[in-house]
């Protein structure tokens, strides 16, 4: 069981707009240590999407987005593509696990 | 260009060492951490730990520690990640990853391949 909980799923048809919640607690997103994204097509090794909770590396294109409030944390993705269909994970860092970083379970786009 | 480049898949039995690497190229490696994230078959990431390799501060994160040794040589710009004793259940694929900014725990936006490790009897 992951520290940060994400839907397992999420779907959307080309060009519409989908979200991907991330929850914590007290003891990570909620004492303010930073949630950044990434995004994992098959086969292949992670690609950070969103830093410190808002910002996005170059080459990232802007229609991916990050917000964080209390303990919670969200990735929206606007004008969905068929390339966006892969897995993206949360990840910040936890006080009660000796400041480990921490991962969400992940979840799977599915673009219609 | 900065970049990570893995060791190779690796093969090995229950109760064998194991020690992969991760090269850093490109950058001041001493400057910037390295984080070993695992990845079990159809499995999520994991983060397993993180090294400084510029005074070789090493954090586990609590469900690998004492299961795993992460090292560096700076002088090779190379990161370690190595078992003493493996397990069937040792079986993923192991990530290297940096940072985006040297010093810090922010993002990771340099990653290795991967090292893929098969353990079986």
């Known amino acids: 069981q992951s520290v940060l909980t994400q839907p397992p799923s999420v779907s959307g048809a080309p060009g519409q707009r989908v979200t991907i919640s991330c929850t914590g607690s007290?003891?990570?997103?909620?004492?303010?240590?930073?949630v950044n994204w990434y995004q994992q097509l098959p086969g292949t090794a992670p690609r950070l999407l969103i830093f410190?909770?808002?910002n996005r590396p170059s080459g990232v294109p802007d229609r991916f987005s990050g917000s964080q409030s209390g303990t919670s944390a969200s990735l929206a993705i606007t004008g969905l593509r068929a390339e966006d269909e892969a897995d993206y994970y949360c990840?910040?860092?936890?006080?009660?696990?000796?400041?480990?970083?921490?991962f969400g379970g992940g979840t799977k786009v599915t673009v219609l | 260009e900065v970049q990570l480049v893995q060791s190779g898949v690796e093969v090995k039995k229950p109760g064998e060492s194991l020690k992969i690497s991760c090269k850093g190229s490109?950058?001041?490696?001493?400057?910037?951490?390295i984080a070993w994230v695992r990845q079990m078959p159809g499995k999520g990431l994991e983060w397993m730990g993180i090294?400084?390799?510029?005074?070789?501060?090493?954090r586990y994160s609590p469900s690998f520690q004492g299961q795993v040794t992460i090292s560096a040589d700076k002088s090779t710009s190379t990161a370690y990640l190595q078992w003493n004793g493996l397990m069937a259940s040792d079986t993923a694929t192991y990530y290297c990853?940096?940072?985006?900014?040297?010093?810090?725990?922010?993002?990771?936006?340099?990653w290795g391949r991967g090292t893929m490790v098969i353990v079986s009897s």
């Open positions: 410190d909770n808002t």
């Open positions: 090294i400084y390799p510029g005074d070789s501060d090493t």
């Open positions: 490109g950058y001041k490696f001493d400057t910037y951490w």
């Open positions: 007290s003891s990570n997103i909620g004492a303010g240590y930073v």
């Open positions: 990840q910040s860092y936890d006080s009660s696990l000796s400041y480990s970083g921490v």
């Open positions: 990853a940096r940072p985006v900014n040297t010093g810090s725990f922010d993002g990771f936006d340099i």
